[in-house]
């Protein structure tokens, strides 16, 4: 067969720094998600302040849940604006830089700000603030990240070195989802909900500018924007049948792992907080209960990325997808066993239940980002044109309007119980989070991209071939280095 127009191979030193821009990312969502929502409205046995009252006839957690739900409908609409932007964006740094060194400050700054209320107590004012902040944390995080994330189909072309990449992603995404769950519930012990804040906005800063450093070359090469008028950009995305059957699956675990992030601490006070193990106690120190618990499932999840990633060598990405899927339906739902099992103490059975649910959420968080690039090259074989970005932005807005519903959803579950004497609601979560998995799962299935493992070359359509790769320009020219073929 011959090799002319094949994809070239990524260096690895460049699969790494840009893999590691993963740390930032994950490192605050997991803060954001574990911390949040127990910071303003913890449970009532927890020693933590209450800082939402409760509003007319809405309980306060319940009214935290649709701030939180109104706050992410509102700022998903920038998620394809922004993309349609960075897409037709003209610079001499290319179309993704300028966006990433601009708003990242802001970005780490707003995060900081989310754990510093203007008032102490439960009041109104912190609710109105927090609504603010979290506006402005949702837009400059996607002006930061969304171009980072667009940046994949333009610099790994080819399939081997798509998989290599989000092996890369998910285990340096494990790293971040380690410091944003684990390293933040020690923090939150030794330093506070403050200074664990500007602790995580800080690692988050430094590792997304080291990893757009790693890679500038490459990513000034991005540099071709896309042709079609907005509208006509809307319409494309979504009439591609192959997004159209991705998407579901991906919102609707992105809505479950968010209940169940959210549940950690809630866990540990309603099921582990009369446990004790090594002179602690889930009451007194469920901040290391929570780090342990973390722990378990990250564990799982670096135990199962290899094992992923040949799979999807071997049988193509879809396959491997649609297997983590079902197995984290069923993980998710049998966490509501957790500590029933006689003779064995509860705190083993947590941590077991917690790892075996990391193993096909490491199969989840491997394959979206690059499913989305084959579908990006799918569609130039459509349209004629690459628009990355716009593709990653719908796919935002999409998750983030179903993921907006997910802390209403989480709270409206903990109103079956959400303490140690009535832990109903704690233990619903789980089996809800495993269904809406299984619906993603189902939905799924309807996709077909061709030519998911081709023998050589990049992830291309059947019978379409691929384009070479982007190269980085020789000396400080900023003129003629476009990716061959555009």
């Known amino acids: 067969m011959s090799t ?6 990524l260096p690895r030193r460049i699969q790494l720094f840009y893999a590691s821009g993963g740390i930032a990312g994950s490192a605050i969502s997991q803060s954001f998600g574990l911390w949040l929502i127990y910071f303003y409205a913890p449970p009532a046995d927890a020693d933590v302040a209450t800082r939402i009252p ?11 849940g649709l701030m939180l739900t109104a706050g992410r409908l509102i700022e998903a609409v920038d998620d394809p604006l922004i993309g349609y932007w960075t897409d037709r964006t003209r610079s001499r740094w290319g179309r993704r830089i300028p966006f990433v060194v601009l708003a990242t400050p802001w970005w780490a700054l707003a995060f900081f700000l989310l754990f510093n209320p203007p008032a102490g107590d439960a009041d109104l004012a912190n609710l109105i603030y927090l609504f603010l902040v979290v506006e402005l944390f949702f837009l400059c995080s996607n002006l930061s990240g969304a171009p980072m994330e667009a940046l994949l189909p333009h610099i790994a072309r080819h399939h081997e070195d798509r998989v290599s990449l989000a092996t890369w992603q998910v285990l340096f995404g494990v790293t971040g989802a380690a410091i944003g769950l684990s390293l933040s519930s020690l923090l939150q012990v030794l330093l506070g909900f403050q200074g664990m804040a500007l602790t995580i906005a800080l690692i988050a800063l430094t590792s997304r ?10 990513a000034r ?23 159209l059957a991705f998407i579901p699956s991906f919102v609707l675990f992105q809505v479950g792992l968010q209940m169940l992030t959210a549940l950690l601490p809630f866990y540990v006070d309603a099921v582990l907080g009369d446990v004790t193990f ?42 491997a997808y649609r297997t983590a899927m079902l197995g984290a339906a069923a ?10 099992l006689p003779g064995i103490p509860r705190l083993p059975q947590a941590l077991a239940a917690l790892l075996i649910a990391g193993l096909p959420t490491a199969g989840v968080f491997l394959f979206p980002g690059i499913i989305t690039a084959d579908i990006v090259d799918h569609d130039q074989s459509r349209t004629d044109t690459r628009r990355e970005a716009m593709f990653y932005g719908t796919q935002n807005l999409l998750e983030k309007i179903a993921t907006a519903v997910a802390p209403l959803l989480f709270a409206l579950v903990l109103l079956a119980g959400d303490t140690a004497e009535d832990p109903l609601g704690i233990r619903l979560v789980g089996p809800v989070a495993g269904a809406l998995v299984l619906l993603g799962y189902l939905a799924f299935r309807a996709y077909a991209l061709a030519a998911d493992v081709p023998a050589t070359g990049g992830p291309a359509i059947e019978g379409q071939a691929t384009d070479p790769p982007a190269r980085p320009p020789s000396g400080d020219s900023t003129s003629g280095n476009r990716m061959s073929g555009e």
């Open 4 to 9: 002319a127009g094949l994809a070239e191979r």
């Open 209 to 218: 500018y080291v990893a757009l450093a790693g890679v500038w070359t490459y």
């Open 54 to 64: 409760d509003v007319g006839p809405l309980d306060a957690r319940v009214a935290l």
């Open 331 to 340: 993980a998710f739902t049998a966490l509501a066993f957790a500590g029933f």
């Open 221 to 243: 090469t991005d540099r071709t924007p896309s042709t079609p008028g907005l509208r006509d950009a809307v319409v494309q995305t979504l009439s591609n049948r192959p997004f």
């Open 278 to 319: 090594a002179g602690l106690s889930g009451n007194d120190d469920a901040g290391l209960f929570t780090f342990a618990l973390t722990v378990a499932v990250l564990g799982g999840m670096l135990v199962a990325v290899p094992w992923f990633a040949r799979r999807a060598r071997r049988l193509g990405k879809a396959a």
